[in-house]
């Protein structure tokens, strides 16, 4: 099976897995999508993850709040590969005043957007998350 936008599938089954309360969910492995995790992990929006080399997934165990109400409460794609978006240092801006993150994919490796204005790299914003 083939995809025309893997970072796309990824956020949706994040987002599905999510509304439905799953404990987790399984997406196919690539290096981009393991940033992109580690940086979800580090914020606060994915309890913890595993990779599994031989069956080629990650397995992302979603956080809940004590009421089992998803701290994810919503996720964007912004740069698509038919219309790519690209955003310079300087105009790299806080999501909902500083509660979401955007990830962006730089020169120096994929960052979340308060990284990315510490190192003073612009480059391709992949999604939203809050």
């Known amino acids: 099976m083939s995809f025309n936008d893997p970072i796309a599938d ?3 089954r994040i987002r599905n897995a999510a509304c439905v309360k799953h404990k987790y969910v399984d997406i196919p492995l690539s290096k981009m999508k393991v940033s992109i995790t580690e940086i979800l992990q580090r914020q606060g929006f994915v309890k913890d993850f595993l990779i599994n080399e031989n069956k080629r997934i990650i397995r992302i165990f979603l956080a809940y709040n004590a009421n089992r109400i998803s ?5 964007k794609r912004v740069s698509t590969p038919g219309r790519r978006k690209y955003v310079p240092c ?5 999501i909902f005043g500083g509660i979401g993150i955007s990830i ?3 020169p120096k490796g994929i960052l979340d957007n308060n990284l990315a204005k510490k190192m ?11």
């Open 10 to 12: 990824y956020l949706t």
């Open 71 to 75: 701290i994810i409460k919503g996720l």
């Open 90 to 94: 300087k105009d790299i801006s806080n």
């Open 104 to 106: 962006i994919s730089t």
């Open 120 to 130: 003073n790299v612009g480059g391709e914003m992949l999604c939203k998350i809050w």
